[in-house]
């Protein structure tokens, strides 16, 4: 048994770690008992708010540094029974469930899209369905996408519609906003978030003021380069600095993306000025006194996230 520091989700509070029947068990103490101090903290397993599990080896998720991941773009049934197959050990999984975007929209037309993995919806009617089809299969958010880069996107009506037709399931409304001036129409428009931080223009600081009162913002940093990387990390510097509620994704299997902890998205995240409580919350980790949550070991308080790695029963050997 040893006493410990640990980050709860949202703050570091003090307890005491023990190994119980082969589980190793968190629980908080206003005083830990005097007993050996861990060497280090406890965090729980980390959140990934935009991957894409048809993408990727599903499996290797298994023993990963992640304890949540949520999918923002697969055929429904399909995530539905990987997350259905969740184990003790394995991230908790929640899902969008398909993307819903306007015929010919992004990413209808991209050879990397799964077979069901979208809905091309051309009115109210196929809204109303397709929200019920992704509520119904268990989504705990609505896909959106808004890409005119790539295609036609839906009209401010039907875009209302479909905020309103989500929120009637209790969802929120997630957008992929590419091109100019579709962040700032996902923010006015009633979405919840956005599933990448804007990276195809800059936004003004009037507009990053409206952005972080209105929305939160999925980081998917490491996914570009160039002028887009600059770009993406000026806006969330600005965002961050007004207070923003930004959140770590990696847009996991856009690429060779690691299945786990992306050093790359941690490292553009502090690039960008997140650092301290601040980066540990917006990697959102779970709480490790829940006994299903995967249990990491930080080297201190202020340690690099990238140097997080699994806690073992010899840890806590008094």
């Not at 129409?185 to 931080?197: I, P, S």
Request: glycine fraction near 10%.
């Amino acid at each position: 048994m040893r006493a410990a520091t640990f980050f709860d989700g949202a703050t570091w509070r003090e307890g005491v770690a023990r190994v119980d029947d082969g589980r190793m068990l968190l629980r908080e103490v206003a005083s830990p008992a005097p007993v050996p101090r861990l060497d280090g903290v406890i965090i729980g397993g980390f959140t990934d708010h935009h991957v894409h599990l048809q993408l990727v080896e599903v499996d290797r998720l298994t023993g990963s540094r992640l304890g949540r991941v949520i999918d923002l773009g697969a055929d429904p049934a399909v995530v539905a029974s990987y997350a259905g197959a969740a184990r003790l050990g394995t991230p908790r999984i929640e899902f969008a469930g398909a993307f819903l975007t306007p015929p010919g929209g992004y990413p209808s037309d991209r050879d990397w899209a799964p077979a069901g993995s979208f809905r091309e919806i051309a009115d109210r009617t196929a809204a109303a369905s397709a929200v019920a089809e992704m509520a119904e299969a268990g989504a705990s958010c609505i896909k959106v996408s808004s890409n005119s880069d790539a295609g036609p996107v839906f009209d401010d009506d039907l875009s209302r519609a479909i905020v309103a037709l989500a929120a009637d399931h209790g969802l929120p409304v997630v957008v992929h906003a590419q091109g100019a001036g579709e962040a700032q129409r996902a923010a006015r428009l009633g979405a919840r978030a956005l599933a990448h931080a804007p990276f195809t223009e800059r936004l003004t600081d009037e507009e990053i003021g409206r952005q972080a009162a209105a929305l939160t913002w999925i980081s998917t940093l490491s996914i570009h380069d160039g002028a887009e990387r600059a770009t993406a990390i000026d806006n969330v510097r600005r965002f961050h600095e007004a207070g923003g509620s930004l959140r770590y994704g990696t847009d996991m299997g856009n690429g060779p993306t690691p299945v786990d902890l992306h050093p790359g998205e941690v490292a553009a995240l502090l690039e960008a000025g997140v650092d301290g409580v601040r980066l540990l919350q917006a990697l959102a980790p779970a709480d490790p006194r829940d006994p299903t949550a995967p249990l990491l070991l930080l080297p201190a308080r202020d340690g690099d996230p990238r140097d997080a790695r699994e806690l073992t029963p010899d840890d806590l050997k008094a």
